[in-house]
């Protein structure tokens, strides 16, 4: 689907995919999975997620000091992300 992103994590590794990137950055060991996209506002991120020993926490993802830390015109990056999916390979 056009315009939209993936977000997935590996590891101790959160990982962003849209348009032929792959934007991965550190999160917690202790991150079993992301479960729920609960909003997504250009850049901010609102997720369920689970963690080892923990109930289903909400997580906020903000991906804009990320996007500019690598250089990306963030505006450009962001703007055609009309939804963010959760997806894991089985």
């Known amino acids: 689907m ?3 992103a993936i ?3 590996q590891k101790d590794y959160t990982i ?3 348009n032929g990137h792959t ?3 550190r999160t917690s060991a202790r991150l ?3 479960t729920k996209i609960i909003e997504w506002n250009q850049g ?3 997720v369920m997620a689970k963690y080892q020993g923990l109930k289903e926490t909400e997580e906020y993802i903000d991906l804009i000091p990320i996007l500019e830390n690598l250089y990306y015109n963030v505006n450009e990056f962001l ?3 009309k939804k963010v999916r959760i997806l894991y390979a089985v």
């Open 2 to 4: 056009s315009g939209e």
């Open 7 to 9: 977000l997935s994590s």
């Open 16 to 18: 962003f995919q849209f």
């Open 23 to 25: 934007i991965r950055f």
């Open 32 to 34: 079993e999975r992301y």
């Open 44 to 46: 901010y991120l609102v």
């Open 79 to 81: 703007a055609p992300i």
